[in-house]
């Protein structure tokens, strides 16, 4: 398997052929009718990470529906997804799955060319989702390409245990207070870090670049203008602010360094390298995998900033696949409440589907691993505070990968901030945005 940031780099330095290979791909596309033929067929269902889809919830589609068996191809991570999709999309979409699923930050760049995908819009769905994850999805002429699994409210998880032997309250309600509570900011959670690390031999938080996730979520036009056209990173003021903050903290010792999805970063879960980190909904699954033997993790209501969302994802249909209207059926009924609501309950990933959020099920629901957290009303509450959807266009995921890996740089190799900066600058000038 590759690391992540070979992943990351690879995708970020053919960002630009993949897009002219995916427009050619499009003008030649042609819609997947399905084989027309009777009997048994089998539907393949492409994921990444943990999307809470059991061996048990597939089989309970195949005895509804008889003649369909479904097989789940799960990569290792998103990035590797990403390459195989766009790779075969590229090639005309020969290899693809029926179902692939796809990640929020590649879903602008996709939408450029739907002839790709299946239009999965239907008045009988309309109303099942959250606005605004329809919107996600919505290409420029109005086709729907995706039906929306999770969306990822945040709030902060945390070491209970490590915060109670560093002297600091550890209670959640405790700690939801005293990084700032309902008006929490950035400045608190890194001035209670400071605290922390003073007293503590784990770092404050995993990974600067997981952190500037955070932040950069609650900027409205991180790298692109309204228009889609790229803001210039070399003049991108707000931009170059986090980066800068990140770097100060890290040179204080609240970051742990580790690059989410490495080996490292997984080990560090057991190895107490870390006391709190940012906490969407699906991370609970990937926290509670990694840290076999340590139970004393928790959940606070609170995120800095008010309020953001890390990720969220999307069931396509590939048009070139040879069951299109089959694969359709399989992914509304995957996005469907009682779907939605079963992986919530199995990976943590909260649902987007508004009857499933509303439900009981969810509402009631605690994380036993996470010391019983009420983690249905706190990820609902998190929701709630979500206040802006940043715009991200079709170079969204090419100019964020190149600051994602600057801040690497820094915190991995331990390179110079203003070197790796410099060299972020030359990343994005490749791209050929501007």
Known sequence: MRSIQSARRAATTTAGAALTALALAACGATSGEGSGEDGPITLSVATFNNFGYTAELLA??????????????????????????????????????????????????????????????DPELEGRWMDWKVAQATTPDGKLIGYGTDIGPQ???????????????????EVAELLGGADATWDDYFAVGADFVKSSDAAWYDSGVATYQGLVNQVDHAYENPDGTPKPLAGNSEIKELFDTLVAQDRAGLSAGLPQWGEDWATGFQKD???????????????????????????????????????????TVPASGAHVEEAKELAAWLTAPEQQTAAFEEAGNFPSQVEAQQSEQVQSFVNEFMNDAPVGEIFTNRALAVETNPYKGPNYFAIHQTVQLGLERVETSGEDPATSWEKTIEAYETLGLE
Not at 304 to 312: D, Q
Request: charge should be negative; charged fraction near 20%.
């Open 60 to 121: 309970r589609y195949s005895e509804e529906h008889p003649d369909v068996t479904v097989e789940l191809i799960d990569a290792a991570d998103a990035e590797d997804a990403r390459t195989n999709l766009t790779t075969k999309l590229a090639a005309g979409g020969a290899g693809l799955a029926d179902i692939e699923a796809i990640e929020v930050d590649w879903i602008s760049e996709l939408a450029q060319y739907p002839e790709l995908f299946t239009d999965l819009a």
């Open 155 to 173: 709030a902060i998880c945390y070491r209970q245990d490590l915060l109670e032997e560093a002297g600091l309250p550890s209670e959640p309600d």
């Open 273 to 315: 390298a870390f006391a709190t980190m940012l906490c969407p909904a699906w991370m609970t699954g990937s926290i509670e995998s990694n840290s076999g033997g340590v139970d004393g993790w928790n959940i606070a209501d609170v995120f800095p900033g008010g309020g953001g969302n890390w990720g969220g994802s999307f069931l």
